[in-house]
């Protein structure tokens, strides 16, 4: 089973930069691609990138393409997102998820396909 713990968020300046880690304290975390979703206050959760299960396939919500990536270390069951040029509207909660799916073939960018999300971490970016 997947067990998904965030962290890495803060506070950051526009321009600036944060690297979120989402570690698996479960024993499967290879089979599963892996999604980073954020919900915006008073907005519904967006996935903002996704990862297949063996680093093949990634997706990049369009605000976010060529200023976030996604990778992940499966020797260390972590998921990470890189976040640079940020900007006042990425402040959000981020969360990670697993794909309920293991070993997909490709990568899925539906949220209900999603699940054992984490806690969320929060990333504030000041103007």
């Known amino acids: 089973q997947v067990q998904l713990v965030e962290s890495g968020g803060g506070l950051v300046q526009a321009g600036g930069s944060l690297r979120l880690s989402c570690a698996d304290s479960g024993r499967t975390f290879i089979r599963y691609g892996m999604g980073w979703f954020r919900q915006a206050p008073g907005k519904e959760r967006e996935l903002t990138a996704a990862i297949s299960w063996n680093s093949g396939r990634t997706y990049y919500a369009d605000s976010v393409k060529g200023r976030f990536t996604i990778s992940r270390d499966n020797a260390k069951n972590t998921v990470y997102l890189q976040m640079n040029s940020l900007r006042p509207e990425d402040t959000a909660i981020y969360y990670c998820?697993?794909?309920?799916?293991?070993?997909?073939?490709?990568?899925?960018?539906?949220?209900?396909?999603?699940?054992?999300w984490g806690q969320g971490t929060q990333v504030t970016v000041s103007s």
């Open positions: 998820a697993a794909d309920r799916a293991a070993w997909r073939l490709g990568i899925t960018t539906r949220a209900a396909d999603f699940g054992s």
